[in-house]
């Protein structure tokens, strides 16, 4: 179970940085004006981001289920994990945020500043 829940972090963290790779390119395909490109792009990283909300229920029950010392074992993994994670995660929600705002401007989703996107 162990290997199990350090194996669904580093799942996650590959989507994450395909969130991070897609992000970049819909930006590409926005300084293109590629609305075919967009709407692809935004299908898959939509995708993407329900496939983690799926891994992130997992990592729960998985937790869930551990006996506390075996959570305790796993605590530095997951912190390190954690952490490499929510510094991907800030760089895409940071660029989603100026495709966004240039986009959309005073409609943007982040024109409310206290926006940050989805919860990681």
């Known amino acids: 179970m162990r290997k199990d829940i350090i194996g669904h972090y580093q799942m996650k963290s590959r989507h994450l940085n395909e969130v991070w790779r897609l992000t970049r390119e819909l930006g590409e395909a ?11 792009v935004l299908d898959m990283r939509g995708e993407e981001l329900a496939t983690i909300a799926t891994i992130d229920e997992e990592i729960r029950e998985g937790l869930a289920n551990l006996p506390r010392e ?8 997951i912190e390190e994990c954690n952490d490499y994670m929510l510094q991907v995660w800030r760089k ?11 986009i959309a401007g005073k409609d943007s989703f982040y024109f409310d500043k206290t926006q940050m996107g989805p919860p990681l």
């Not at 300084?31 to 075919?36: A, I, K, L, M, P």
């Not at 075996?70 to 993994?77: A, D, F, H, N, S």
């Not at 895409?92 to 240039?102: E, P």
């Open 70 to 77: 075996k959570k305790e074992e796993l605590e530095k993994q």
């Open 30 to 40: 926005i300084g293109n004006y590629d609305t075919v490109v967009i709407q692809m």
């Open 92 to 102: 895409t929600v940071a660029l989603d945020q100026h495709l966004n705002t240039k």
